[in-house]
């Protein structure tokens, strides 16, 4: 009998559940999509990249249109927002439209930008970047050619944009309340972010929390404040942080974790409801690590959850069992401020210990490629090992060109449990051009083979 999934958000979650879906269903059934915005399938990862004029537009953002979605027989509805989920009737309410029924539904709403209340917050000249229409607000912004930028917040969105308007030629003014930039790094680390940026003409605020923003006359920003600083602004970028989009769940009675994410077993099924499953930016996630349920907004997990959720959908339909499960994530992250690149994986000091590990913590400098090359640049690794069980538990790396992609090896290793021994004997590639001789993951786990004795 012809059935209906419907999946709420035609992003990066939603759009793979869909397309799997409509790949792997019988074409009687039907796979709706209900998108509230104008854009499908889009890279909001590429929009630093789209403001600083390293790509051209909007569409090379893009990587599936309506049309080609449609085209596949994906019932997409755009500009049409969901604004209530009936588990029991099993219906979607729609803004200004009829009730959809849905035999199964996938949620995969996104995460929603912080704005905290700050008197002026919401005055001409201050933009969020979330979307592609975010993004093409902010390039006709910038347009205007705005004497001083401010970017509040110097996560990694904040310190892309960041980057975006130094190679711009706009004086840019980073404002963060942690003592370092990039706070998923040790500060020790973010020091050397801190420097680059510097270096880069920034001027740099950290340990500043704005407490406002002065609108002139005609409802523009004119000044940031922080309780010790006033910040000339003629354009302001807020980076502040993302929680879920997840007031359709709450409302419907769904449970929900850290940062307001909705919780889902390793097939992406909504606990309590077995016939809805939610992917992406709106859920929480297990630590490989700690077990604990967190909020990790990223595009690389969004895509992998929403196949998971199609891969559940299908075997619910054919009454078989599922194929693949996500099994959790260990935080690993990447980024860059112009030459200097900086990555992340496991767990942090912090972090390590509170999660009752017992941690030894290692930094090494070494070079990313054979130091007697031309062109070799210094590169610091970070090392987290447990004490008791001789873990990889955690690695971060700040250095010039080709070092961070290196943190896929710690990645590696930390999600199959090997020991800093074990790390010390792999087979990893070496010739000059590419390495020293001893990867510089392999130098810092030596290292920490030595503090443990
Ligand atoms: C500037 C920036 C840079 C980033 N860089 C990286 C990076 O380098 N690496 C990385 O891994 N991740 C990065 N990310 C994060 C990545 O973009 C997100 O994790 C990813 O887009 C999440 O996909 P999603 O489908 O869960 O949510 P979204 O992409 O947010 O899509 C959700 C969709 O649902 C729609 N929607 C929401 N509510 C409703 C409703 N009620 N009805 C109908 N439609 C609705 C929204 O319009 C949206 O299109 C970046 C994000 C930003 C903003």
């Known amino acids: 009998m012809s059935q209906r999934v419907v999946v709420i958000g035609g992003d990066a979650a939603g759009m793979t559940a869909a397309s799997a879906l409509r790949r792997k269903l019988p074409k009687d059934h039907e796979v709706v999509v209900l998108e509230?915005?104008?854009?499908?399938?889009?890279?909001?990862?590429?929009?630093?990249?789209?403001?600083?004029?390293?790509?051209?537009?909007?569409?090379?953002?893009?990587?599936?249109?309506?049309?080609?979605?449609?085209?596949?027989?994906?019932?997409?509805?755009?500009?049409?927002?969901?604004?209530?989920?009936?588990?029991?009737?099993?219906?979607?309410?729609?803004?200004?439209?009829?009730?959809?029924?849905?035999?199964?539904?996938?949620?995969?709403?996104?995460?929603?930008?912080?704005?905290?209340?700050?008197?002026?917050?919401?005055?001409?000249?201050?933009?969020?970047?979330?979307?592609?229409?975010?993004?093409?607000?902010?390039?006709?912004?910038?347009?205007?050619?705005?004497?001083?930028?401010?970017?509040?917040?110097?996560?990694?969105?904040?310190?892309?944009?960041?980057?975006?308007?130094?190679?711009?030629?706009?004086?840019?003014?980073?404002?963060?309340?942690?003592?370092?930039?990039?706070?998923?790094?040790?500060?020790?680390?973010?020091?050397?972010?801190?420097?680059?940026?510097?270096?880069?003409?920034?001027?740099?605020?950290?340990?500043?929390?704005?407490?406002?923003?002065?609108?002139?006359?005609?409802?523009?920003?004119?000044?940031?404040?922080?309780?010790?600083?006033?910040?000339?602004?003629?354009?302001?970028?807020?980076?502040?942080?993302?929680?879920?989009?997840?007031?359709?769940?709450?409302?419907?009675?769904?449970?929900?974790?850290?940062?307001?994410?909705?919780?889902?077993?390793?097939?992406?099924?909504?606990?309590?409801?077995?016939?809805?499953?939610?992917?992406?930016?709106?859920?929480?996630?297990?630590?490989?690590?700690?077990?604990?349920?967190?909020?990790?907004?990223?595009?690389?997990?969004?895509?992998?959850?929403g196949m998971v959720a199609a891969d559940s959908i299908v075997a619910d339909v054919f009454g078989s069992d599922p194929r693949i499960r996500f099994p959790g994530i260990v935080r690993t992250a990447i980024t860059k401020f112009c030459a200097l690149e900086i990555a992340r994986t496991g767990l942090g000091e912090r972090q390590a210990a509170d999660a009752g590990f017992d941690p030894v913590t290692v930094s090494i400098e070494t070079t990313n490629f054979a130091g007697y090359m031309p062109g070799a640049e210094k590169m610091t690794v970070m090392m987290l090992a447990d004490r008791s069980t001789r873990r990889l538990i955690g690695a971060q790396i700040v250095g010039g060109e080709d070092s961070a992609l290196r943190i896929d090896v710690a990645a590696t290793a930390i999600a199959a449990g090997l020991t800093i021994d074990d790390v010390v004997m792999l087979d990893l590639a070496y010739a000059p051009p590419y390495s020293s001789v001893w990867s510089p993951i392999q130098v810092a786990a030596r290292a920490a083979v030595k503090a443990l004795g």
């Not at 997409?76 to 969901?82: K, P, Q, S």
């Not at 199964?104 to 970047?129: M, N």
């Not at 093409?136 to 308007?165: N, R």
């Not at 040790?186 to 407490?211: N, Y």
Request: glycine share 12%; proline share 3%.
């Open 36 to 305: 509230r915005g104008s854009w499908t399938s889009y890279s909001a990862c590429g929009i630093p990249y789209w403001i600083s004029g390293e790509v051209g537009s909007a569409e090379a953002l893009v990587a599936r249109s309506v049309e080609a979605h449609l085209a596949n027989g994906i019932d997409v509805r755009m500009g049409v927002e969901a604004t209530a989920i009936d588990p029991e009737a099993r219906t979607v309410s729609t803004r200004g439209g009829a009730d959809l029924s849905y035999d199964r539904l996938v949620i995969a709403t996104g995460a929603e930008p912080v704005r905290p209340a700050l008197p002026g917050i919401d005055g001409e000249g201050t933009y969020g970047v979330q979307t592609l229409d975010d993004g093409q607000a902010l390039i006709d912004g910038l347009a205007e050619k705005p004497e001083h930028v401010v970017v509040v917040g110097s996560g990694y969105v904040g310190l892309e944009i960041a980057e975006a308007c130094v190679a711009r030629g706009f004086d840019t003014t980073v404002i963060d309340r942690s003592k370092a930039p990039l706070s998923i790094i040790e500060p020790e680390l973010g020091e050397q972010v801190a420097a680059a940026m510097r270096a880069h003409g920034i001027r740099l605020l950290s340990d500043a929390s704005v407490t406002g923003f002065t609108l002139d006359h005609s409802g523009r920003v004119s000044v940031v404040t922080t309780k010790d600083d006033s910040v000339h602004a003629d354009l302001v970028v807020l980076g502040l942080g993302v929680t879920a989009r997840s007031k359709l769940a709450a409302d419907a009675g769904l449970l929900l974790g850290a940062k307001g994410g909705i919780v889902v077993d390793e097939h992406q099924r909504v606990i309590g409801h077995d016939d809805i499953w939610a992917a992406g930016d709106c859920v929480v996630t297990k630590d490989r690590l700690t077990g604990e349920l967190i909020h990790v907004p990223l595009g690389t997990h969004a895509n992998k959850q």
